[in-house]
Each structure stands twice: as C-alpha cells, then as structure tokens.
C-alpha cells in the first residue's frame, strides 16, 4: 500500500501553460506539505496545511496555488508555467505538526518546463 | 548565514570506515532536529531523529550541540548500502517551519 502516493510522476510542458499535481495520503495525517527540489538538490518547503488549513507558505509566487479538498488530499496547481518551475515536486505528511513527527514523503513529481 | 547548512561532499569512504557529517544552523530557538536519508532520484526517508542527550541506533549515532547550534551524524563500519545523500532537518518557529539542509552526499566504496 502506498502511504503517500502523487500523479503524474512525469510532467512535461510548455512555458505558459497551467498543470496541476495531486497528492493523496492514506495514513490519517493531518498535516500535509509541498516541497520543490531544484537542479542543485536542494528541497525547500513551498506549503504546509493542517487539517485543510494553511499554516506555512514560503513566498511562493502566487502562480502556485495548492488546495485541500479533505485531510487526505493536497494538490498543487501551477498556473503560467516558467521555465524556473522545472525541479521535482515532492508532496509530505506527517501525523501532526511538523516538530516531534516524521514526515512521509511521495516519490515526487518531476515536472519540465519547455 | 544560511539557516541551515551542510557540507555538500562527497564524502568517499571505503567500506567499513566511520564517517561523520556536521549540519549547523543559525536560529538558536530551533526546536526539533532530525536525520534524513535520500537516495537518487528518490523521495527523502527518515533516518533518526536527534535528541538532546543524543542517540544511537545500530551504527547511527547523532548529536545535537546547542551552544555551538550545529548536530553531527556518526556512521560507523560504513556499508555500501549507506551510500546516499544525508540531509539534517531542523524544525522552529512558532508555526514549526521545516528547514532542509543542502546535504551531504556519501559514497562508500568497496
């Protein structure tokens, strides 16, 4: 069973155009997070919601606007994509806040901007 | 000064060596440290967490050091399974904000 499952895997797209990632996690966590891992490997947090709620968001262009339907769902919606947009999404959760908890990372989405 | 940085490595050690990584961090009220292992092209997974009085698991031993403000990552009788990149984890704030160090990339060789 997968545990923290996102799609697509794969993105391949034009500059300008709007892509959506999702996100689905099956271990009752209340706390969800988007991370990008650029070129040079480094992973920086983008958002964090608690309980459908937004608690973290790292300046983020507001082309990039996530959404929590329920508990279990935080999806990532890329609007106007741009070149600097290509690294490897990754989608987390953890049972509560982020400070005693393990997080739980999907295999990422690799996203390329053309 | 970066909030949390790390030696990007890579650290080539032969198989059996110890090997030790430092991670330092700039905000002195940080409230929880944590080890996590990536492997390429994969998703980051928890290695341990860092307790203050610090811990060990197997051959895994981690530190935290507050008054220098840096945790240490200790891996004894390397194995080439332990190749991978290390990444400390430092959480603070009081919305406990999730800082990734760079890493630190290890390769054991035979």
């Known amino acids: 069973d997968t545990a923290v499952s996102q799609t697509p895997k794969y993105l391949v797209t034009q500059m300008g155009n709007d892509k959506s990632i999702k996100c689905e996690q099956n271990?009752?966590?209340?706390?969800m997070y988007w991370y990008k891992q650029d070129s040079k490997k480094f992973l920086k947090i983008m958002f964090s919601?608690?309980?459908?709620?937004?608690?973290i968001n790292e300046t983020v262009p507001n082309r990039f606007s996530p959404k929590s339907p329920d508990k279990a769902h935080l999806n990532l919606h890329i609007n106007s994509l741009e070149l600097g947009d290509s690294a490897v999404y990754f989608c987390?959760?953890?049972?509560?806040?982020?400070?005693?908890?393990?997080?739980?990372f999907g295999p990422g989405t690799r996203l390329t901007v053309l | 000064r970066k909030e949390v940085e790390q030696d990007p490595g890579p650290f080539n050690v032969p198989e059996g060596a110890t090997v030790a990584f430092n991670c330092t961090y700039s905000?002195?009220?940080?409230?929880?440290f944590f080890w996590y292992r990536q492997d390429c092209r994969k998703e980051p997974k928890l290695l341990m967490s860092?307790?203050?009085s610090g811990n060990e698991d197997g051959r895994f031993t981690a530190q935290l050091n507050r008054a220098s403000q840096y945790i240490s990552l200790l891996i004894r009788d390397s194995k080439l399974s332990d190749s991978a990149t290390y990444l400390c984890?430092?959480?603070?704030?009081?919305?406990?904000?999730?800082?990734f160090g760079t890493g630190t990339k290890l390769q054991v060789i035979p």
């Open positions: 987390a959760s953890s049972a509560a806040r982020a400070a005693y908890n393990e997080q739980f």
């Open positions: 271990l009752g966590h209340d706390t």
């Open positions: 919601y608690n309980n459908k709620e937004l608690i």
């Open positions: 905000n002195s009220a940080s409230q929880s």
């Open positions: 860092v307790y203050s």
């Open positions: 984890v430092v959480v603070s704030g009081g919305y406990q904000k999730v800082t």
